[in-house]
Protein backbone atom coordinates (compact mmCIF):
# COMPACT_ATOMS: atom_id res chain seq x y z
CA UNK A 1 0.00 0.00 0.00
CA UNK A 2 2.60 2.09 1.06
CA UNK A 3 4.38 1.79 -2.82
CA UNK A 4 1.38 3.16 -4.05
CA UNK A 5 1.02 6.26 -1.90
CA UNK A 6 4.58 6.78 -3.10
CA UNK A 7 3.67 6.48 -6.71
CA UNK A 8 0.74 8.69 -6.63
CA UNK A 9 2.69 11.44 -5.08
CA UNK A 10 4.80 10.79 -7.27
CA UNK A 11 2.64 11.66 -10.11
CA UNK A 12 1.06 14.27 -8.66
CA UNK A 13 4.16 15.72 -8.50
CA UNK A 14 5.22 14.70 -12.10
CA UNK A 15 1.97 16.84 -13.15
CA UNK A 16 2.58 19.91 -11.26
CA UNK A 17 5.94 20.01 -13.01
CA UNK A 18 4.84 18.95 -16.90
CA UNK A 19 1.63 21.89 -16.14
CA UNK A 20 4.63 24.24 -15.35
CA UNK A 21 7.22 23.54 -17.75
CA UNK A 22 4.47 23.09 -20.49
CA UNK A 23 3.28 26.38 -19.76
CA UNK A 24 4.84 28.84 -22.47
CA UNK A 25 6.27 32.18 -21.34
CA UNK A 26 3.90 34.37 -23.27
CA UNK A 27 0.90 32.73 -20.88
CA UNK A 28 -0.42 35.52 -18.46
CA UNK A 29 0.16 34.77 -14.67
CA UNK A 30 -3.76 34.31 -14.13
CA UNK A 31 -3.65 30.84 -16.92
CA UNK A 32 -0.78 29.67 -15.09
CA UNK A 33 -1.89 30.38 -11.45
CA UNK A 34 -5.84 28.27 -12.57
CA UNK A 35 -3.66 25.63 -14.13
CA UNK A 36 -1.50 25.56 -11.04
CA UNK A 37 -4.33 25.57 -9.05
CA UNK A 38 -6.25 22.62 -10.55
CA UNK A 39 -3.02 20.24 -10.57
CA UNK A 40 -2.63 20.92 -6.80
CA UNK A 41 -6.43 20.18 -6.31
CA UNK A 42 -5.94 17.44 -8.11
CA UNK A 43 -3.31 16.50 -6.21
CA UNK A 44 -5.49 16.85 -3.04
CA UNK A 45 -8.15 14.59 -4.38
CA UNK A 46 -5.87 11.65 -5.18
CA UNK A 47 -4.68 12.07 -1.70
CA UNK A 48 -8.10 12.18 -0.32
CA UNK A 49 -8.78 8.73 -2.94
CA UNK A 50 -6.26 6.94 -1.53
CA UNK A 51 -7.46 8.12 2.58
CA UNK A 52 -10.50 6.61 0.97
CA UNK A 53 -8.95 3.49 0.19
CA UNK A 54 -8.22 3.04 3.34
CA UNK A 55 -10.93 3.83 5.12
CA UNK A 56 -13.16 1.45 3.14
CA UNK A 57 -10.49 -1.23 4.43
CA UNK A 58 -10.83 -0.27 7.76
CA UNK A 59 -14.85 0.42 7.82
CA UNK A 60 -15.08 -2.31 10.62
CA UNK A 61 -12.73 -0.37 12.66
CA UNK A 62 -14.33 3.30 11.89
CA UNK A 63 -16.73 3.63 9.47
CA UNK A 64 -16.73 7.52 10.36
CA UNK A 65 -13.27 7.67 8.64
CA UNK A 66 -15.38 6.80 4.82
CA UNK A 67 -17.76 9.94 5.57
CA UNK A 68 -14.57 12.06 6.69
CA UNK A 69 -12.95 11.15 3.27
CA UNK A 70 -15.92 11.31 0.73
CA UNK A 71 -16.21 14.97 2.51
CA UNK A 72 -12.87 15.65 1.79
CA UNK A 73 -12.97 14.86 -2.05
CA UNK A 74 -16.58 17.05 -1.79
CA UNK A 75 -14.81 19.90 -0.56
CA UNK A 76 -12.04 19.89 -2.81
CA UNK A 77 -14.54 19.40 -5.71
CA UNK A 78 -16.50 22.29 -5.10
CA UNK A 79 -13.55 24.29 -4.26
CA UNK A 80 -12.24 23.38 -8.25
CA UNK A 81 -15.33 23.87 -9.59
CA UNK A 82 -15.46 27.30 -8.03
CA UNK A 83 -12.13 28.65 -9.50
CA UNK A 84 -12.26 27.05 -13.20
CA UNK A 85 -14.43 27.84 -16.27
CA UNK A 86 -12.54 24.66 -18.69
CA UNK A 87 -15.60 22.56 -19.82
CA UNK A 88 -13.11 19.59 -19.03
CA UNK A 89 -12.44 20.44 -15.66
CA UNK A 90 -15.98 20.85 -14.95
CA UNK A 91 -16.77 17.42 -16.85
CA UNK A 92 -14.50 15.60 -14.30
CA UNK A 93 -15.97 17.39 -11.66
CA UNK A 94 -19.07 16.44 -12.32
CA UNK A 95 -18.04 12.74 -13.16
CA UNK A 96 -15.89 12.45 -9.87
CA UNK A 97 -19.10 14.13 -7.77
CA UNK A 98 -21.26 11.42 -9.30
CA UNK A 99 -18.89 8.66 -8.48
CA UNK A 100 -18.42 9.77 -5.20
CA UNK A 101 -22.63 10.76 -4.45
CA UNK A 102 -22.44 6.84 -5.03
CA UNK A 103 -20.25 5.57 -2.97
CA UNK A 104 -22.00 7.75 -0.38
CA UNK A 105 -25.34 6.28 -0.89
CA UNK A 106 -23.64 2.22 -0.77
CA UNK A 107 -22.52 3.32 2.39
CA UNK A 108 -25.50 4.24 4.12
CA UNK A 109 -27.37 1.38 2.46
CA UNK A 110 -24.81 -0.67 4.82
CA UNK A 111 -22.25 -1.76 2.40
CA UNK A 112 -19.24 -1.66 4.11
CA UNK A 113 -17.18 -2.50 1.28
CA UNK A 114 -18.19 -0.18 -1.56
CA UNK A 115 -16.92 -0.30 -5.41
CA UNK A 116 -14.55 2.74 -5.42
CA UNK A 117 -12.96 2.02 -8.51
CA UNK A 118 -15.09 4.18 -10.32
CA UNK A 119 -14.02 7.19 -7.77
CA UNK A 120 -10.69 6.46 -8.85
CA UNK A 121 -10.70 6.57 -11.97
CA UNK A 122 -13.00 9.74 -12.03
CA UNK A 123 -9.85 11.41 -9.82
CA UNK A 124 -7.02 10.38 -12.87
CA UNK A 125 -9.46 11.42 -15.46
CA UNK A 126 -9.21 14.89 -13.58
CA UNK A 127 -5.78 15.11 -13.15
CA UNK A 128 -5.54 14.02 -16.87
CA UNK A 129 -7.58 17.38 -17.86
CA UNK A 130 -5.75 19.01 -15.16
CA UNK A 131 -2.29 19.09 -17.13
CA UNK A 132 -1.92 20.85 -20.11
Keep these: MAARHRTRRRTASLAVAAALAALPAAVGCDAVNKALDCVQTADSIADSVTELQQAVENAANDPSQTDASLDSIETNLDNLGDK ?30 PDISPVTAAAGELTKVCTP
Excluded: E, F
Design 84 to 113: TDDADVNKAVDQLNKAVANVRTAVRNGDST
